[in-house]
């Protein structure tokens, strides 16, 4: 497989999980897809070295976060993340309302808790590569997902699990 | 039977999905790959820049001795790169300005406006980019060809506004420029006239410094209100660990009393120097030096350095803070 097949089945494979990780662990819809985009364009700059990452979609969503937090966008575009799901979430109405009510826990979680639940549930990372992508201890990745489930539980759905 | 998460949120964000095709984002690599490599040969490309517009990295010849551990150097800032070569009649300005760019510690996107004062409809702008500039949310109308390239002609619908034209097109030296227009010169035809017209001229930045440290590059500047240098040894000018120095004209001075309170962080004591003939205030911050100084004509400006900088380097560099 030649760089440029292994790069176009990665972006297939990971461009939108990349980009709802991002969404869900609090990044403002536009913003995600610019930082997402971004992020990908320099995972090809760097593909002989990005491919041999034991997880390359952490190291996109990395990058993406990374590329967010510069103060600048901040001032710029930065939504409020509750208001922003409430938005997302207002236009559907197929969505049966315990979903909404977990929509809205989880926006309500620390930043923190969200990027764990996000990287977890969408990129199906393990502790460790959830610590490495967003540079915690993983005792902290652990400590972070037990309180977040935790808090879920207590607000929305006793019996919530992350099943694989 | 439980509630698993990970079903609820690939539910929920089942429609959040990216639309850069990949063509796109491999360009978009490509690009930042050929970015890298200008920097890996800097040296070069920065004596060729140097021959039209000055340059953005502080390379003066003679060191100004103000003993510190930063060696400050002469320097005057560079100017906008282009310009057309026959402004349209009837517009002021240009109000120009630059934000720094997110990849490396150095400008991003450059951008020049002028307006009709009777009609501020009647708008047009000129931007340099270092990357494709976004279009996402206009109408792509027409194809031409600008200094030998492929342009591309776009439509920007804006509700109740005037007809909103640009012109998009890759220059030889892999920088982007767009012509926008609207008004009497929202139409195709208009700006790709005045694209056409766009000429290697520099414009010069309202705000000076005569003094910068060795190095720091220019990272963005906007009309004669805010410059900011950057060491380039730092992170990226976006992010909060950049390294700048930056000189504003606030709208106001703030009364000397007020200045600890008003700054914040304050981690010593405030003290009256002498700037360009006329008293001025350093405070050190927990983020720096916070300088605030007049120019002869009596305007304000603040002068904030990292703490590394001696007193009286601060001092120093503004003294040569000026609108020519």
Not at chain 2, 219 to 235: F, Q, W
Request: proline share 8%; aromatic share 6%.
């Amino acid at each position: 497989m030649t760089p440029e097949e292994s790069f176009a089945e990665f972006y297939s494979a990971h461009k939108d999980r990349c980009l709802r990780a991002l969404v869900a662990a609090g990044t403002d819809r536009a913003a995600a897809e610019e930082a997402v985009a971004e992020a990908f364009a320099r995972a090809w700059a760097s593909w002989p070295k990005v491919s041999r990452h034991p997880a390359p979609s952490a190291w996109v969503v990395r990058t993406a976060l990374n590329h967010h937090v510069s103060r600048w966008r901040r001032t710029r575009r930065e939504v409020a993340l509750s208001a922003d799901v409430a938005a997302s979430t207002a236009g559907r109405a197929a969505d049966p309302p315990e979903r909404d009510d977990l929509l809205r826990a989880v926006a309500a979680l620390p930043e923190r808790q969200r990027q764990v639940v996000a990287l977890r549930v969408f990129l199906d990372l393990d502790t460790r590569q959830t610590a490495e992508a967003l540079d915690l201890a993983p005792g902290t990745v652990t400590a972070h997902l037990h309180r977040a489930l935790t808090t879920l539980r207590a607000t929305t759905a006793p019996d919530l699990e992350v099943c694989s | 039977m439980t509630t698993d998460l990970r079903t609820e949120l690939s539910a929920a964000y089942a429609d959040v999905a990216l639309a850069d095709p990949l063509d796109a984002v491999v360009r978009r690599g490509r690009r930042i790959r050929r970015a890298r490599r200008a920097r890996r040969v800097g040296p070069a490309l920065v004596a060729a820049a140097a021959v039209v517009v000055g340059v953005t990295v502080v390379q003066g010849e003679d060191a100004v001795v103000v003993p510190g551990p930063i060696e400050l150097v002469d320097y005057s800032v560079p100017a906008f790169p282009l310009s057309f070569d026959q402004l349209p009649a009837g517009l002021v300005g240009p109000s120009i300005s630059a934000d720094p760019s997110f990849d490396e510690v150095g400008l991003g996107a450059q951008h020049a406006g002028w307006s009709d004062p009777d009609d501020p409809d009647n708008s047009l702008g000129l931007g340099v980019h270092d990357d494709e500039p976004d279009t996402s949310g206009e109408d792509e109308v027409g194809e031409a060809e600008v200094d030998g390239e492929d342009a591309t002609v776009y439509r920007m619908d804006v509700t109740g506004g005037p007809e909103a034209y640009s012109v998009v097109w890759e220059r030889a030296d892999d920088r982007w420029v767009r012509v926008s227009g609207s008004g009497r010169f929202g139409s195709e035809d208009a700006v790709v006239d005045l694209a056409r017209r766009v000429v290697d001229r520099g414009m010069a930045v309202p705000l000076q410094v005569a003094l910068a440290p060795r190095g720091w590059v220019v990272v963005a500047y906007k009309d004669d209100r805010i410059l900011t240098l950057a060491d380039p040894a730092g992170a990226p000018a976006t992010e909060a660990a950049a390294r700048t120095l930056t000189v504003h004209l606030p709208p106001s001075a703030i009364a000397p009393a007020d200045l600890p309170t008003a700054v914040g962080s304050v981690v010593g004591p405030m003290e009256q120097v002498v700037v360009q003939g006329r008293p001025a205030h350093l405070l050190p911050t927990a983020d720096g030096w916070y300088l605030q100084a007049e120019i002869p004509d009596g305007t304000a400006f603040v002068l904030q350095a990292p703490a590394d900088f001696t007193p009286a380097q601060v001092v120093a560099v503004a003294e040569g803070v000026a609108r020519p």
